[in-house]
């Protein structure tokens, strides 16, 4: 019977228009995954980030301490003394550019997540700290939308 049939000269080679949609739309999805997954990975990587920077300060500040007069000073060039090369944190903020903030004295209470300057009552670390017996350095998490601070050991 096959030798009756008429012979197909053109051979057609390729994808039909629904395969590459469906290739499409599956790349599209895996794409719009990915994204969303980046994005998160990246702002727990600054907290991570920011979290050391402030570690770093406050061990800082707690160094800086007089030991005759028991205050904390801290001037600006200890800030960027403490982070060569990094101008963001040299300068009192974070990697978004969001500022450190502090308070003297030791405050029990955190402050509210911020995004620009610093909550009411709290200072930017850009100056840094003028003798103070006690202290409250935070940051604020752009991941959880919290703050995370560190207090001087003398209360």
């Keep these: 019977m096959k030798k009756y049939l008429p012979k197909n000269t053109r051979t057609i080679a390729g ?6 949609m469906v290739a499409i739309a599956i790349v599209a999805v895996l794409s719009a995954i990915g994204l969303v997954a980046f994005s ?12 050391a920077e ?9 160094s800086a301490k007089d030991q005759d007069a028991g205050t904390f000073t801290f001037t600006a060039a200890n800030l960027s003394s403490e982070f060569p090369g990094n101008t963001k944190a ?4 974070d990697p978004s550019s969001y500022p450190y903030c502090y308070k003297t004295p030791l405050t029990a209470t955190n402050p509210a997540a911020w995004t620009t300057g610093c909550p009411a009552g709290w200072t930017a670390m850009s100056g840094g700290i003028a003798a103070a017996a006690s202290w409250t350095v935070c940051t604020s998490l752009e991941a959880s939308s919290t703050t995370f601070c560190i207090s001087s050991l003398t209360r």
């Design 54 to 62: 402030l570690q770093t300060i406050a061990s800082a500040i707690e």
């Design 90 to 93: 040299a300068a009192g903020t």
């Design 40 to 51: 998160s990975v990246q702002k727990n990587s600054r907290d991570a980030r920011r979290r």
């Design 15 to 20: 994808f039909t228009l629904i395969e590459l």
